[in-house]
């Protein structure tokens, strides 16, 4: 399995402001996701962070909303700006590792978002 | 793209009867399919996967679950609920055709096991 360490565990900030979420990973991994998960919905990828090159983010999110920054291959930032309430989820981190010819998925515990 | 249906909202239990959370898939490919639980204010939990092999796969807490490639489904069973197991439950798969590693996730469904 995989230790990912995941913080802020919550946060309530003001509207226009920005938050930069952290996800560390207890070792190497190449792929590190990103997830987005609204009040009584499913679970959204927002994008894929790769080391050493820029994110790819998914249809309905862009960089500028959503900076991410992979400096090496254990740690990841994901940033939400100028939020507004709809910016209000839990955040979540991801990491695959691959087990044989099985990719499995390893979630951080999130980070629960109130904007006012 | 892959996608995932969990059609019903909450799972409503008695403590000791079983629970079945339901789970129909779409893919190009074969799929992988997975099980994950949320308890209140944790992450996400892995719980079982399919991948290959036996239909019926057994995973943590006493959960099994059954991959039906006909109908599409991988519907989640514990043969008798416990008022612990009141959690969200999503399913989720990812495509192997489309040759990445990133999963898609079900809406969720809320179990509650009554006392």
């Known amino acids: 399995s995989a230790v990912i360490s995941q913080k802020p565990s919550r946060d309530i900030c003001q509207r226009g402001t920005s938050l930069t979420i952290q996800c560390q990973v207890d070792s190497q991994v190449t792929m590190m996701f990103w997830y987005r998960q609204q009040p009584g919905q499913s679970l959204t990828l927002i994008a894929t962070a790769n080391q050493g090159s820029e994110a790819t983010y998914e249809s309905g999110f862009v960089i500028d909303k959503f900076p991410i920054s992979r400096p090496n291959l254990t740690f990841s930032t994901l940033t939400v700006s100028n939020m507004s309430p709809e910016d209000s989820s839990i955040y979540l981190c991801?990491?695959?590792?691959?087990?044989?010819?099985?990719?499995?998925?390893?979630f951080g515990q999130g980070t629960r978002l109130t904007v006012v | 793209a892959q996608s995932v249906a969990q059609p019903e909202d909450q799972v409503n239990v008695a403590e000791g009867n079983p629970l079945t959370v339901k789970c129909t898939y779409s893919?190009?490919?074969?799929?992988?399919l997975f099980w994950y639980v949320q308890y209140p204010n944790r992450g996400l939990q892995f719980l079982l996967k399919y991948i290959t092999g036996d239909n019926l796969v057994k995973g943590s807490y006493g959960f099994e679950a059954e991959f039906n490639k006909s109908q599409t489904s991988f519907h989640l069973k514990k043969p008798s609920a416990l008022v612990s197991d009141s959690a969200l439950y999503f399913c989720a798969v990812r495509d192997l055709g489309l040759g990445n590693n990133r999963l898609a996730f079900g809406k969720g469904n809320q179990v509650v096991v009554i006392p």
């Open positions: 893919v190009s490919g074969n799929p992988y």
């Open positions: 991801s990491v695959v590792r691959n087990r044989g010819p099985v990719a499995e998925a390893f």
